[in-house]
């Protein structure tokens, strides 16, 4: 936690969703694919996740022509 400023849980899921979001924008596997290659075993709630951390879904991501900014992460010690 004091190495990271964040909690180990926190950190990870951060990860994979940034995994998650260079995944989509650099090719043509579906969504549910990258959900599981990331590490999420229900692909309803990686899309849930990854909208509360882009505000947009994974298939709107891939979409836009500029992919939004990420949503700032969230306060050390606070989870979602």
Do not use: C, Q
Request: hydrophobic share 30%; charged share 30%.
């Amino acid at each position: 936690r004091e190495r990271f400023g964040t909690s180990p849980m926190t950190w990870l899921m951060e990860a994979r969703l940034s995994e998650a979001a260079r995944l989509i924008r650099a090719g043509e596997d579906p969504v549910t694919k990258i959900a599981y290659r990331v590490g999420f075993k229900d692909p309803s709630h990686f899309t849930r996740r990854f909208k509360g951390r882009f505000g947009v879904s994974p298939n709107e991501y891939r979409r836009a022509d500029t992919p939004p900014a990420p949503l700032p992460a969230p306060n050390p010690g606070e989870e979602s």
